[in-house]
């Protein structure tokens, strides 16, 4: 059964550094999601895109962060500037879209800031 | 805005038995959908079971069921005969729909065990 995938699966990284997360969807979904799960917190949307384009963000989402869909087949999630917090679990997600909207998950990636 | 909330942060069950996990959501939508994800340790969320908000019928798969409680706004999820793979972190998401957004609103998550 064709899964999402990402990769690394745990990135430490300092203060200030850029990081790249990468993803590689279900290669026939057209919708794809950035999530972060800051620890012991709640699951929060990040972004969607769709056709090449944002879809929509929610306010975590700031100039500090990009997504790019560089081919066919990754889709990522740049943090420009790391801060502390932004250490969290980062899931993507992909979805076909109407009518099941049902989201297939990543494993995440561990993003450490130290 | 909506707001899914989890009130059981931690569950455990003893293997063969059957086990509650809860769900509220609070929206003013009346076309929705609601989801339990598992998510088993160092694993990616599953799905595993989806309720269109329209249909009166509580969703079931296989030992999964939920009691959907539209008026009330309650969403909960109904493990029959808890068996040891069970055990997991299971949330619970909301998602408009029909709207142009597609992106899903989680609950906090209750961690389940699943007890030999």
């Known amino acids: 059964e064709p899964e999402v995938t990402q990769t690394p699966s745990h990135q430490v990284t300092q203060m200030g550094q850029e990081v790249i997360l990468r993803c590689v969807p279900i290669?026939?979904?057209?919708?794809f999601y950035w999530y972060r799960q800051i620890l012991g917190q709640k699951v929060e949307f990040l972004v969607s895109?769709?056709?090449?384009?944002?879809?929509?963000k929610s306010e975590i989402f700031d100039d500090q962060f990009s997504v790019e869909r560089p081919d066919g087949s990754n889709f990522t999630l740049k943090i420009r500037s790391t801060k502390l917090e932004d250490s969290a679990m980062y899931f993507c997600?992909?979805?076909?879209?109407?009518?099941?909207?049902?989201?297939?998950f990543g494993p995440g990636t561990r993003l450490t800031v130290t | 805005a909506q707001t899914v909330t989890q009130s059981q942060p931690e569950m455990s069950v003893q293997e063969a038995e059957t086990v509650t996990l809860s769900c509220t959501y609070d929206?003013?939508?009346?076309?929705?959908?609601l989801f339990w994800y598992k998510q088993p340790p160092s694993r990616q969320m599953i799905l595993v079971i989806r309720?269109?908000?329209?249909?009166?019928q509580n969703a079931t798969e296989n030992r999964f069921s939920v009691n959907f409680q539209k008026a009330a706004k309650s969403f909960s999820l109904k493990i029959s005969d808890s068996q040891l793979g069970d055990t997991a972190m299971y949330f619970c998401?909301?998602?408009?729909?029909?709207?142009?957004?597609?992106?899903?609103?989680f609950g906090t998550g209750t961690r389940l065990k699943v007890l030999a």
């Open positions: 309720q269109e908000a329209y249909k009166q």
């Open positions: 929206t003013s939508e009346n076309n929705y959908y």
């Open positions: 998401a909301f998602i408009k729909v029909y709207s142009g957004t597609y992106k899903y609103i």
């Open positions: 895109f769709y056709n090449n384009e944002i879809s929509e």
């Open positions: 997600a992909s979805s076909v879209g109407q009518p099941a909207y049902e989201q297939y």
């Open positions: 290669s026939n979904h057209l919708y």
